[in-house]
C-alpha cells in the first residue's frame, strides 16, 4: 500500500486516538486532565468500579462542569447486570447524566439498554467490557437487538484483537 492510501486509510479509520483514564475520584480525575487524558470514566450509583470510591451525583456534575470547561470528556459506568427491582433507579440516574450532560453512559445490562435508548435517544452509549464482546461476529449483536446508536464498543478485556479484523 502506497503512502497515500495509507494516509487516506488512517484519515477515515483512525480519526483520533482519544486517551481515556479511570478516575476513582476528584483528585484523579482532575490529575487525568491535566496529565493530558482527553476524557476520563467514574463509577457512579450501579458501576463495576466495585474498588474505586465512585462519584455521587453533586461531584458527577462538578466533574462535567470541570471537564467541558477544558473540552475534556466524561464518561460514566452504568455496566452491572441490574436486577428488575433496580431498574427503575438506573434509568433514573440514566435521566439524571443525561440532563447534566454526562458524554456517554458506558452500559452492559441489555434490559436497561434498550430502555435507555428508548428513553434517551440522543443519550450516546458505549458498550462496556462487561458485555464480552470478543469478536466482530458479536459487534452487531447488541444492535440487532434493538439497541440502535452505539457511538463505542469496548471489546472483552479476553481473547486477542488479532482475530477481530479477520471477523469483521
Known amino acids: 500500500m502506497g503512502s497515500r492510501a495509507f494516509f487516506i486509510l488512517k484519515e477515515s479509520i483512525w480519526k483520533k486516538t482519544e486517551l481515556l483514564a479511570p478516575a476513582g475520584d476528584m483528585k484523579a480525575a482532575k490529575a487525568a486532565f491535566a496529565a493530558g487524558a482527553d476524557a476520563c470514566y467514574i463509577g457512579g450509583s450501579f458501576s463495576a468500579r466495585a474498588y474505586a470510591a465512585n462519584f455521587g451525583r453533586e461531584e458527577i456534575l462538578e466533574l462535567v462542569r470541570y471537564a467541558h470547561l477544558r473540552d475534556k470528556k466524561v464518561y460514566v459506568a452504568l455496566n452491572i447486570m441490574l436486577k428488575q427491582s ?7 440516574e440514566a435521566a439524571f447524566l443525561y440532563d447534566i450532560g454526562v458524554d456517554a453512559v458506558i452500559a452492559s445490562d441489555l434490559g436497561f439498554i434498550r430502555q435507555a435508548r428508548s ?3 440522543n443519550l450516546p452509549l458505549h458498550a462496556s467490557t462487561q458485555m464480552g464482546v470478543q469478536d466482530a461476529a458479536e459487534r452487531d449483536w447488541p444492535r440487532n437487538l434493538g439497541a440502535a446508536g452505539w457511538w463505542r464498543l469496548g471489546k472483552a478485556r479476553w481473547g486477542g484483537w488479532l482475530a477481530w479484523p479477520e471477523r469483521a
Open 86 to 92: 433496580e431498574m427503575e433507579a438506573a434509568l433514573l
Open 119 to 121: 428513553l434517551f435517544p
